[in-house]
C-alpha cells in the first residue's frame, strides 16, 4: 500500500490550497480515509476523515473551512483548504483506515489509521 501526498505549498492567510492524497495497492472504495497535521513541536492531530461511503468528519478548527472528498474512479482523496490561517501551518499526512468499512464519525484517532504517506508541506504566511 502506497500514499502520495502532495499540494502543499507557501500561500498568505486567507487564501486557498487543495491537498491530493494518490493511493495504490488497496481496493480504495473499501477503506475509509483520512488527513493528518503536524506542526512543529506539535503532536499530530486529526483533521478530517471521510468514510468508504463518503461521510466526513472534521476537527471543530477546520469545519466550514476545509472540505475532504474523494474520486474512487481515480483512488485519489482530496482536501480543499480555504481561509487559511498562519495556525495551519503544518506537514499535512493522509492514510487509511486500518480495516475497511469504518465510520468517519468514530474512527478518526492516529490509531485509527495506517499506511501514512509522506506528508506535504502547508505554510501559511501571516
Known amino acids: 500500500v502506497q500514499l502520495q501526498a502532495s499540494g502543499g505549498g507557501l500561500v498568505q492567510a486567507g487564501g486557498s490550497l487543495r491537498l491530493s492524497c494518490a493511493a495504490s495497492g488497496r481496493t480504495f472504495s473499501n477503506y475509509g480515509m483520512g488527513w493528518f497535521r503536524q506542526a512543529p513541536g506539535k503532536e499530530r492531530e486529526f483533521v478530517a476523515a471521510?468514510?468508504?461511503?463518503?461521510?466526513?468528519n472534521y476537527v471543530d478548527s477546520v469545519k466550514g473551512r476545509f472540505t475532504i472528498s474523494r474520486d474512487n474512479a481515480n483512488n485519489t482523496m482530496y482536501l480543499q483548504m480555504n481561509s487559511l490561517k498562519p495556525e495551519d501551518t503544518a506537514v499535512y499526512y493522509c492514510?487509511?483506515?486500518?480495516?475497511?468499512?469504518?465510520?468517519?464519525?468514530?474512527?478518526?484517532?492516529?490509531?485509527?489509521?495506517?499506511?501514512w504517506g509522506q506528508g506535504t508541506l502547508v505554510t501559511v504566511s501571516s
Open positions: 471521510i468514510s468508504w461511503s463518503g461521510r466526513t
Open positions: 492514510a487509511f483506515h486500518i480495516r475497511p468499512y469504518l465510520s468517519a464519525t468514530v474512527a478518526r484517532e492516529r490509531k485509527d489509521f495506517g499506511s
